[in-house]
């Protein structure tokens, strides 16, 4: 079983920047890979970033978001900057563990002046 706990979402203005956490207590997320995914309302679950050994990012979030981990902590982050309206969802951790997806419960994240 695989504990993440998201954190840091808020309302923020178009422009600004927020940090969001996922802590994955007790679970080594350096040996597997994390991810951020997002849900806006009446929209599909969309990728965001992922991290293993390197990172990767769709394509509208390059140069916006940029995801890291400490590993000393078991805690990945989301940086994102320069956000947009459109970045209003609700945003989740995942990671792939013995073949099973786990989820956290997720954080909100609107942009809007």
């Known amino acids: 079983q695989v504990q993440l706990v998201e954190s840091g979402g808020g309302l923020v203005q178009p422009g600004g920047s927020l940090r969001l956490s996922c802590a994955a207590p007790?679970?080594?997320?350096?040996?597997?890979?994390m991810n951020w995914y997002r849900q806006a309302p009446d929209k599909e679950r969309e990728f965001v970033a992922g991290?293993?050994?390197?990172?990767t990012y769709a394509d509208s979030m390059k140069g916006r978001f940029t995801i890291s981990r400490d590993n000393a902590n078991n805690t990945v982050y989301l940086q994102m900057n320069s956000l947009k309206p459109e970045d209003t969802a609700v945003y989740y951790c995942?990671?792939?563990?013995?073949?099973?997806?786990?989820w956290g419960q997720g954080t909100q994240v609107t942009v809007s002046s």
């Open positions: 995942n990671t792939l563990y013995r073949g099973l997806r786990y």
């Open positions: 007790g679970f080594t997320i350096s040996w597997y890979p």
């Open positions: 991290i293993t050994s390197g990172t």
